[in-house]
């Protein structure tokens, strides 16, 4: 068994390198962070459900085994030698570890590929994955996210940048607006912003913000509200209970506008940049 060990969260191009020859992967359901540094622990760029997914089919060996474990301080804390004879005892084939330069196990960080091989194991450490000649890394793919860099983080993660949640309830100011919206209950690693988005409705316009124009009305937090191109696209006599939006560009960041008329206006514009992008 050739067996991939980290945490993968995006599932990106870095990551697709370590996953190369590996037949399962040990990873975690909850981002270690959690439990070492709960204020520091990232917004993540997928739900555990969809990781371990793609990580079961991502690649040339199709289908992986994927187990995930808890995070938890217990784990955390036992020293490196204590992981290799977890690994060894719940892994009785293993014949070789894939994993990426900078990963550490055990107590404090201690653990390392050299310490694996110290310790008995064959080690394949995956060459980083470059993109500006920089190294791709899911923290990386964050930063581009939160700067409304799209195209940047869509070519690290080797694939758009998606968003998956429930259809929720709105305020039916969209349609005030000759826009109506789907709201998807989800808060992505995002700038506040307008987006052109694909989702198996057809394409479509997305504003991630509290849409601050609408004063009292305004949300607390972030909402994701999304508006159809094409017309007809969603049946009149229902909506769908979920919605996966695929992220292809960032159009303006969020504004306040002095009044409703000018946010329609805006909204018009955006609409018709939207349908120029997707003509390209």
């Known amino acids: 068994m050739n067996l991939a060990i980290g945490f993968f969260d995006g599932v990106h191009r870095g ?3 370590i996953l190369a020859g590996a037949d399962a992967v040990l990873t975690f359901v909850n981002h270690p962070l959690t439990v070492l540094d709960p204020d520091h622990a990232p917004p993540l760029l997928m739900d555990v459900d969809e990781r371990l997914a793609r990580l079961e089919t991502e690649g040339a060996i199709q289908p992986r085994a994927v187990r995930a474990l808890r995070f938890t301080s217990a784990f955390a804390a036992q020293p490196p030698e204590a992981f290799a004879d977890f690994l060894r005892r719940e892994f009785p084939s293993l014949e070789r570890i894939h994993c990426g330069g900078n990963w550490r196990f055990g ?16 080690v394949k450490v995956a060459r ?27 070519a690290m993660l080797g694939r758009p940048f998606a968003v998956m949640g429930a259809v929720v309830p709105g305020k039916g100011v969209g349609r005030r607006l000759n826009a109506p919206t789907l709201n998807v209950a989800a808060a992505p690693p995002l700038k506040r912003g307008v987006y052109v988005v694909s989702t198996p409705l057809g394409p479509g316009l997305a504003n991630y913000g509290v849409a601050p124009t609408m004063g009292k009305q305004a949300w607390t937090a972030p909402v994701l509200e999304v508006h159809l191109l094409e017309k007809d696209a969603l049946p009149s006599d229902r909506s769908p209970s ?39």
């Open 15 to 17: 990551h697709l390198r």
């Open 107 to 122: 107590a404090k960080g201690a653990g390392t590929p050299a310490t694996l091989r110290r310790l008995g194991f064959d």
């Open 242 to 280: 979920h919605l996966r939006l695929e992220f292809r560009a960032f159009l303006r960041p969020e504004k306040t506008f002095p009044s409703l008329t000018a946010l329609r206006d805006q909204i018009a514009a955006d609409i018709a940049t939207a349908q120029l992008d997707l003509e390209v």
């Open 128 to 154: 980083y994955v470059q993109y500006k000649n920089e190294r791709v890394s899911s923290t990386r793919i964050r930063a581009a996210l939160a700067k409304g860099l799209i195209e940047d983080a869509n």
